[in-house]
């Protein structure tokens, strides 16, 4: 069968049910049938006591019924009658056991942990002894509570989590920097989006420039099928001429591209930025759609070119406004001056169109006659030169005169062929019948002549178109240049800025952190272990350094760890002090303990030399009653050597039967004809073990039979388990206790707490908790389904085995009769003797067959 450890995390009730004892051997039932009372008789110098043994236990009728004990907590310095604690031993000398001297200087095992809450101490007794009461029960007199610790002043709790006060280091310097941060990137943001915004426009002026490129070849299209039309059209020639026809499909391939080009227009126009650029190219194409009837029409009517130039001249207006339209489809200067100056020259490059035009349908189709320029169209065409001079004029004001003359030279310095076009122009359009006065020309070669200077005015019109791409493309670079710069200078900002506080906070966190742990490791482990050591050795062999922080700057950190250094040492200084005053305090009770025993076990033994004398059952009754409170006397001097961690001074060298254990503690309580004894197995206890585990249980049954009905029996139960450890149980049928305070008596129970001044009202309590920590014995309190309260006693392998493994056989149950005789009567000379140098005790009789 495996052991189990003695740290079981099952409570012991877990593990009742699991060894498979039902709830009724566990003490859950009411116990019925009591043992038969018979009167005792004194009889001098033999048996002082006549006990009945009834179902394996035993019971008797004290001389005197005492009143029950009200509630309240500490130990129950009981009538102490066994031999088996801390060097008593039997009067009549047998003894079983030889006794093994100990020195009585040894720490408490278990060191009490300070952090336990205390109940309020008991009141005196009803018999006067010191206080014996229900444990863990308050009391409504006694010595001073420890005093309450008043809470701080000022602000209760840290307040809202969202308070300044309750911000991280990095969330207080984040914020600190957000504003800053949040405005540079702000502008930052809004010079990205103009840059964005330009970016936009100089792409939309991509467009416009392609369009308007696609615009200037579709005019130029038109001007030539309308100025090289002319003459054949003015002289009865037809649309199937093979150079009207030429002139017509390089206009409709013109016509064609340029349509597709506004398709793209269109596309880009949904975002709503070129939405006025698209209103024009829908006129235009509608325009477009009367080319037809303009060519059915064109030079029908003899005399009047001026009605088809004019048809014409509208279209090709219409196609060169979009130059307009660019300038207002922009923001910068230097694109809105470039499209302004093509516009102006491609107008005046139209007026000169439109005066080739009006010529060629005037002069006749050889040089053998006259030309015929009617006045109506002669007009025309001289507004259309004064048109071309002002339009010159406003391109040079626009370009910039040194640019514009760079620009001009070719149709104005240098060709002779031009020069002579002009003057022949300016003199035909200058005064009526211009051409009598004029050389004989016909119309082919006064087109031929004229679309020299045409010729180079679309040069001069391709190359400020390719300027202005150029412009555009290098304003695109400069402005995409400009806005990663701004996002680059963005990013750079908000890097230094994160990097900063990063590094800031975190060197400030790490030094918090630092102090944090380091707090946190001294107020959890470096001073409870170091409190620890004080209690449990001397403090002059105890190491009270003090490790620092280990932060060193001086900055305001720096001087809190100081500080903290500072408070860690004072608070060792004085934990050192405080475990020196503890020692010198443990030493006066034991001093105070072995006199006051001394002086105890001197009257025990002077009663029992009056007993022996005395023949009269009256006055021998009285001695019993004197002799049983000198036991409780010596018990209370037994507390105090608890209570500053002594051990007894004598132990068992041999195991010692558990029933035997059970009657010697029963025969210490006042009560004790009412505890009843039933199924106890035959195991034995480890002689080291033996006097604490008789005290232990002595204050528990002692407390059962004070807070029980005198009519009541108090029932004692043993059961081993298969792992060999053995469980007892204590029942009583007493007034109970609520939940509660059944917790904080387990609590206690499972972790003593410090010896203060509350410790001396529940002395029980203590003294229980502290000699069952001392030998890994677990006690567990619950309420009872009869009513009252049931103890559990769990005795760990080591403990319940005498030392010895464990062995499978059946548990016994209670002693027999001649058996249980044999111990009362050691019992009862227990309770006259003292110890005088051998062991025994109540155990002078030997356990007996199963009951």
Not at 240 to 257: C, E, F, H, L, Q
Not at 660 to 680: C, F, H, P, T
Request: aromatic share 2%; charged share 25%.
């Amino acid at each position: 069968m495996s052991r189990r450890s003695r740290s079981d995390p099952r409570t012991l009730l877990e593990i009742l049910h699991c060894a498979g004892i039902p709830r009724t051997a566990a003490g859950s039932s009411r116990c019925t049938g009591g043992a038969q009372k018979r009167r005792a008789a004194v009889r001098r110098g033999s048996q002082r006591r006549s006990l009945t043994i009834t179902r394996g236990a035993y019971s008797g009728r004290s001389p005197q019924r005492r009143h029950r004990a009200p509630p309240f907590c500490g130990g129950a310095p009981g009538p102490e009658v066994a031999t088996l604690v801390q060097g008593r031993f039997k009067r009549d000398g047998s003894a079983s056991a030889e006794p093994e001297r100990h020195g009585g200087t040894g720490p408490n095992v278990g060191s009490s942990s300070p952090q336990h809450a205390q109940n309020p101490g008991p009141g005196p007794s009803a018999d006067g002894g010191s206080g014996t009461g229900r444990l863990g029960t308050s009391a409504s007199s006694g010595p001073a509570a420890t005093p309450t610790v008043k809470p701080p002043k000022g602000p209760s709790g840290p307040g809202s989590r969202i308070a300044l006060r309750n911000w991280r280091i990095s969330t207080r310097l984040v914020s600190l920097l957000a504003l800053p941060v949040v405005a540079a990137t702000s502008l930052g943001a809004l010079r990205i989006n103009d840059s964005m915004d330009d970016i936009q426009q100089l792409d939309n002026m991509k467009l416009l420039t392609e369009m308007t490129k696609q615009a200037t070849e579709l005019a130029a299209a038109l001007q030539e099928e309308r100025d090289q039309s002319a003459g054949p059209l003015a002289h009865n020639s037809t649309a199937s001429n093979i150079t009207v026809k030429g002139y017509r499909d390089k206009t409709d391939r013109a016509a064609t591209n340029f349509i597709n080009a506004a398709e793209d227009i269109d596309t880009s126009s949904k975002d709503g930025n070129l939405q006025g650029v698209r209103d024009s190219l829908v006129g235009l194409v509608r325009d477009l759609d009367t080319l037809s009837k303009v060519r059915s029409d064109a030079y029908e009517t003899k005399g009047n070119a001026t009605q088809t130039v004019e048809s014409y001249h509208r279209l090709i207006t219409h196609l060169l406004d979009l130059s307009q339209d660019m300038a207002e489809a922009t923001s910068n200067p230097d694109m809105i001056q470039r499209t302004r100056a093509l516009a102006a020259f491609s107008s005046a490059k139209e007026y000169a169109s439109v005066q080739r035009a009006v010529l060629a349908a005037a002069l006749p189709a050889n040089n053998t006659t006259l030309g015929d320029l009617s006045e109506n169209d002669r007009l025309y065409a001289q507004g259309a030169l004064e048109s071309e001079e002002s339009d010159l004029n406003s391109f040079r004001s626009i370009y910039g005169d040194d640019g514009a003359e760079e620009l001009l030279k070719p149709i104005e310095d240098g060709s002779s062929t031009i020069e002579a076009s002009d003057q022949y122009a300016g003199r035909a359009f200058g005064r009526p019948e211009g051409l009598a006065d004029l050389d004989r020309r016909s119309y082919k070669d006064w087109v031929d002549d004229s679309s020299t200077k045409i010729q180079q005015m679309g040069n001069i019109e391709h190359t400020l178109l390719e300027d202005m791409e150029q412009k555009a493309r290098e304003l695109r670079s400069a402005t995409e240049r400009d806005a990663i710069i701004a996002g680059a200078l963005i990013l750079i900002v908000l890097g230094v800025s994160l990097v900063g506080a990063f590094v800031v906070a975190r060197s400030m966190i790490r030094s918090l952190r630092r102090l944090q742990e380091t707090a946190t490791k001294v107020a959890q482990d470096r001073l409870p272990e170091l409190v620890k050591q004080l209690s449990e050795s001397d403090p002059q062999d105890v190491d009270t350094s003090v490790e620092s922080v280990g932060v060193h700057s001086r900055d305001e950190i720096g001087r809190v760890a100081a500080a903290f250094d500072d408070v860690h040492r004072e608070a060792v200084r004085l934990a050192a002090e405080q475990a020196l005053l503890r020692g010198n305090v443990n030493a006066m009770f034991t001093n105070l303990s072995r006199r006051s025993q001394g002086l105890i076990q001197r009257q025990l033994s002077l009663i029992s030399e009056l007993e022996s004398r005395e023949a009269d059952p009256d006055q021998l009754s009285s001695l019993f009653k004197l002799d049983h409170l000198a036991t409780r006397m010596r018990r209370n001097g037994e507390n105090l050597l608890v209570l500053a961690g002594e051990e007894p001074g004598r132990r068992w060298t041999r195991p010692v039967p558990l029933v035997d254990v059970l009657r010697a503690a029963a025969s210490e309580v006042e009560q004790y004809e009412r505890i009843e004894l039933a199924a106890v197995p035959t195991t034995e206890v480890a002689g080291r073990v033996v006097n604490d585990l008789v005290h232990l249980l002595a204050e528990l049954l002692e407390n059962a039979t004070s807070f029980s009905s005198p009519q009541t029996k108090v029932k004692v139960t043993g059961h081993a388990l298969p792992d060999g450890r053995v469980l007892i149980e204590i029942h009583d049928t007493g007034i109970g206790l609520s939940p509660e305070d059944l917790a904080a008596i387990n609590e206690r129970l499972a972790s003593p707490p410090t010896v203060d001044v509350s410790v001396s009202r529940r002395m029980g309590l203590f003294v229980v908790g502290r000699l069952s920590q001392r030998h890994g014995i677990r006690i567990q309190l619950r309420p009872s389904d009869s009513g009252g309260t049931t103890a559990l006693v769990m005795l760990p392998v080591d403990v319940a085995q005498g030392g010895k493994k464990p062995q499978a056989k059946p548990g016994q149950g209670a002693p027999g009769a001649p058996a249980a005789a044999q111990a009362a009567a050691g019992v009862a000379a227990a309770r006259r003797g003292g110890g005088n140098g051998q062991g025994g005790g109540a155990l002078g009789g030997a356990p007996g067959g199963p009951g």
